[in-house]
């Protein structure tokens, strides 16, 4: 795993990279996504650590818009075989959801969900915030094959933002 993603002042980039780490912690410990979510927003997420550029080597996330981190567990943990089915559609035959990296497993969940959610925000945008997302925790092959497969679910998922009807 390469050097996490230095804070960059986009408190909605805090919130997708927590939600990753919240997801990722969920499967590994097996704790549900709500008591996740509770333990990074009163231990990993803000308490005065802005200005703290060593914070994300410490697992925390000191800018994050805790509303969107939320909203994006949630609809990972009320749409979770919605979003997975979603990703395995996008998937080469012979690849598997549980062949992925943990990591980029947790990304593409927490992508799909936001495209589940709704109309915003516009798919590019979820794309664009993902990919970065995984250019900080994974190589440069792993960063093309989620670029795949997002923009793919993207399509699928909201054809009418890419000029096609569903």
Known sequence: MKDRPKPTGRPRTG???????????SEHTGE???TVAQQFIRHRIGAG????QDAFEDGRVPLAN???FEAILRAAATQGEAADA???AHLSKDWT?????PVLRAVLRAAAAELLAGAEPPARVVINEY?????????EETSRFANGVLDAMAH??????????R
Do not use: N, T, Y
């Open 156 to 165: 699928a998922l909201r054809p009418a933002e890419f000029g096609r009807a």
């Open 86 to 88: 979603e990703i395995r």
């Open 15 to 25: 919130a997708r990279v927590a939600a990753v780490q919240a997801l990722f912690q």
């Open 49 to 52: 650590e802005a200005a703290d």
């Open 32 to 34: 549900s996504a709500e």
């Open 97 to 101: 959801l549980e062949r992925l990296d």
């Open 66 to 68: 805790i509303p969107l």
């Open 131 to 139: 990919l970065d997302i995984v250019r900080g925790f994974l190589d």
